[in-house]
């Protein structure tokens, strides 16, 4: 996720829309997704329509979320949020783990903030569960599981072996004979092995790719710890097959259906938690000792300064206060700021653009601790 939200740091011009929506993985609630994304590309062409965009080139510039809008499927395999980012010839979905507030903006650069709890501080981590008989996928917090169904995962071994299109004794039938000990001979098997349980063996081969296929698209754009469940013959053909970098490396290696709801979240949590807080609590750390005098660390809670280090590439890590917005104008040849009362069609969200500057320098984005008063803080290199 941090290459996507430098991406998203890299680009600007006008217009760049960043649409956010609360998304819902079951029915019937996700019939009202759409709406959703429907109102809001409304009011993007509104703000379009203000600054003297005509109709026509709105409609091109939000010709693929608005057809996205009426794929129903699509709306069918989604997380708690939606981030939606479109620029010129490239609109971008990101899944969100968490649920966020319906936004709509309009602006030179991207609003990236909705992203910071979600993405780098809400504490998310996914369960996959797999037997023979299931195949399930969870999203977690510290309060729960949350089931998520996925695009094309298979939902048990029984429906790979439905999808061979093959007769109930396939496997079975002799392809040719070869010699046995002893003179008699031994059947070969069509296809999928020389025995029945070479059958089972490419059955179960071909059951933990697709369901890695699956969960490796599904979490392309998170680096959220997955916590695997299964036995260790299935286990060991899903971490071969399963590319995606946040797999832990413990596990549960038991038959996933001897854990309840309760003990599955409990035994995934406390492998994932060393994960989820390690960085954060790294950072949070070098902030309050930067803050005490504690440390020789350099260290500002001065927005402008932040601005200034931000464009030089000497921010480590910023920290954001979500509970406020600063709108003004950052001029970037006298490295000055203007702070205005409300937004306008010039002026932006500086807590946002310190935000995409500290991405484009490497740097890190986390929200501010409750104890610190500020908009914003940050932690510098030198």
Known sequence: MASILRRLADS????????YLPTHPTFPDCEQDPIR???????????????????????????EAAARGKDHPFWRYQDEGLAVFIEE????????????????????????RPLIRPLRDHGVFHV?????????????????L?????????????????????????????????SQVGGADAPKYAALGESPEDYEDVILDQYTQRIAKAVDAHLSSSTSPLVLVALPRMMGRLKSHIDYVGATEDAIAQDPQSLDDTDLHDRALEIASPVLTADRERLRAQL????????????????????????????EAVFLSLDHVVWGIYDTN????????????????????????TLAGGGEVRTLPDDFRGPVAALYRY
Not at 130 to 143: I, Q
Not at 147 to 162: G, K, N
Not at 334 to 357: C, Q, V
């Open 12 to 19: 600007v011009g006008f217009p760049r829309i960043s649409i």
């Open 37 to 63: 994304l429907s109102k809001a590309l409304n009011e993007v062409a509104q703000q379009l329509s203000e600054v003297g965009w005509r109709d026509n080139a709105i409609a091109s510039l939000t010709h």
């Open 288 to 315: 309050q000792a930067a803050a005490n005098g504690g440390t020789a660390k350099p260290y500002s809670e001065n927005l402008e300064d932040i601005l200034r280090a931000a464009e030089d590439g000497r921010v």
């Open 146 to 178: 949350r089931e998520i169904q996925l695009d094309d995962m298979p939902t048990s071994a029984a429906e790979v072996r439905e999808r061979t299109k093959l007769s109930a004794n396939v496997g079975y039938h002799a392809r040719d004979r070869g």
């Open 128 to 144: 996959l569960k797999v037997s023979l008989d299931e195949a399930r996928f969870f999203n977690g917090t510290a309060d729960g």
């Open 334 to 357: 006298y490295r000055i700021i203007r702070i205005d009362h409300d937004s306008g069609p010039e002026n932006e969200d500086l807590l946002n653009l310190a935000a995409l500057r």
């Open 89 to 112: 010839g490239a609109t971008q979905w990101v899944k969100l783990p968490a649920s966020v507030m319906e936004l709509s903006v309009v602006a030179p650069r991207y609003h990236i």
